[in-house]
């Protein structure tokens, strides 16, 4: 399966500024996904991206807040901009084996806002 | 809707105790389900999968059996290891795809005490 490597594994932002998180896949992939995990929380789905199309949003998540690129099959970042306390968590991306069921995990970026 | 329901945590247990993490789910026709595992600090693992009713999936001595008729995908082991502490999520994949989105339970928390 996939192997994905997902940076920076954890950054300490200050409020109002932005942050970018990259994944790099090991193989071409049709699907990533981006993810929230709060503390002690589920995955919340940020966001559909997919090669050559704009990313789908989930309800209450936006483009200007949540900026994402896929320029190819092997590579996404998302962008968290203008961030507040509120944003402090960890964010994942996953992606989907081309023909398969295997969806690979990033370890995840722990972001602390202060 | 698709949705999962895990019984909640934490669950605590003594090394070489039976381990059982609840999972239901709600979703129309067969969908494929999962169990993924989150260790501390790490992303998440996919743990063994299930795409048909009566499969089981197993890996490391996990096991979960596809039982249509209770709508459930519970997870067992015969003997746990404090290396088994992780947090351990239940997630369908809609039969329908719906976009490709997996859907996770809200996690159950292991503990496993020397």
């Known amino acids: 399966s996939a192997v994905i490597s997902q940076k920076p594994s954890r950054d300490i932002c200050q409020r109002g500024t932005s942050l970018t998180i990259q994944c790099q896949v090991d193989?071409?992939?049709?699907?990533m996904f981006w993810y929230r995990q709060q503390p002690g929380q589920s995955l919340t789905l940020i966001a559909t991206a997919n090669q050559g199309s704009e990313a789908t949003y989930e309800s209450g998540f936006v483009i200007d807040k949540f900026p994402i690129s896929r320029p190819n099959l092997t590579f996404s970042t998302l962008t968290v901009s203008n961030m507040s306390p509120e944003d402090s968590s960890i964010y994942l991306c996953?992606?989907?084996?081309?023909?398969?069921?295997?969806?690979?995990f990033g370890s995840g970026t722990r972001l602390t806002v202060v | 809707g698709n949705s999962v329901t895990q019984m909640e945590g934490p669950v605590t247990l003594s090394e070489e105790a039976f381990l059982t993490i609840n999972c239901t789910y709600t979703?129309?026709?067969?969908?494929?389900l999962f169990w993924y595992v989150q260790y501390p600090g790490e992303g998440l693992q996919l743990l063994l999968k299930a795409t048909k009713a009566d499969d089981k999936g197993s890996n490391k001595g996990f096991e979960a059996t596809y039982r249509k008729e209770t709508t459930s995908f519970h997870l067992e082991k015969g003997s746990v290891q404090v290396s088994d502490s992780a947090v351990y999520f239940c997630?369908?994949?809609?039969?329908?795809?719906?976009?490709?989105?997996?859907?996770f339970g809200q996690g159950t928390e292991l503990s496993v005490k020397p």
């Open positions: 997630a369908l994949l809609p039969v329908y795809n719906q976009g490709g989105k997996l859907i």
């Open positions: 979703a129309t026709g067969y969908p494929s």
């Open positions: 996953s992606a989907r084996d081309r023909g398969t069921l295997g969806y690979t």
């Open positions: 193989s071409q992939v049709t699907m």
